[in-house]
T-cell receptor, first 115, second 113 residues
């Protein structure tokens, strides 16, 4: 079974520029998550989708971050404009369903550096 | 509110020695508890999980964890560590009604040859 795919793996941008990340979850997984992992910290949930609907985006900085999952499969996360504090690893994960008992499978992440 | 505390930021153990990583949680109902491992440059991989039943849970790579409700703890153990176990370990908590799980800040494990 193919895992969660993410691209790009690394990205370096200057502050105030925009950037987009792509995620392809495991086939058949209805739930997709985007996490932000700042160096030295655990992953923090940014947004969670169930199919193409948003379940939780309470910690997404909506003034600069946006995400979509138009066909209920792939997803993109965008930052516009980027700030220095956005430097982090952005992890995508997927699971069969919603709720704490469903195992989340993680992609390798995209490491973003904002200079 | 749910929270997870991993009191040890960095632990170093000798290869072949036993390991225990601490995790304390705060949660009102019966939690779902997880341990994940993250190798450098990799995503997180699930080691084991506890939902109910036997409080001693076996996981992959020879790891086990014990749920102690009275202590609000879910410590991860391994009887003999290998150099390949060097990684970051994250404890996480969720429940059946919550749509998400909360991660601790992680413990970095180094192995001394």
């Amino acid at each position: 079974e193919a895992g969660v795919a993410q691209s790009p793996r690394y990205k370096i941008i200057e502050k105030r520029q925009s950037v987009a990340f792509w995620c392809n979850p495991i086939s058949g997984h209805a739930t997709l998550y985007w996490y932000q992992q700042i160096l030295g910290q655990g992953p923090k949930l940014l947004i969670q989708f169930q199919n193409n609907g948003v379940v939780d985006d309470s910690q997404l900085p909506k003034d600069r971050f946006s995400a979509e999952r138009l066909k209920g499969v792939d997803s993109t996360l965008k930052i516009q404009p980027a700030k220095l504090e956005d430097s982090a690893v952005y992890l995508c994960a997927s699971s069969l369903g919603v709720g704490g008992r469903y195992e989340q499978y993680f992609g390798p992440g995209t490491r973003l550096t904002v200079t | 509110a749910q929270s997870v505390t991993q009191p040890d930021i960095h632990i170093t153990v000798s290869e072949g020695a036993s390991l225990e990583l601490r995790c304390n949680y705060s949660y009102g109902a019966t939690p779902y508890l997880f341990w994940y491992v993250q190798s450098p440059g990799q995503g997180l991989q699930l080691l084991l999980k506890y939902f109910s039943g036997d409080t001693l849970v076996q996981g992959i790579k020879g790891f086990e964890a014990e749920f102690k409700r009275s202590q609000s703890s879910f410590n991860l153990r391994k009887p003999s560590v290998h150099w390949s176990d060097a990684a970051e370990y994250f404890c996480a908590v969720g429940d059946s009604s919550a749509s998400k799980i909360i991660f601790g800040s992680g413990t970095r494990l180094s192995i001394r040859p």
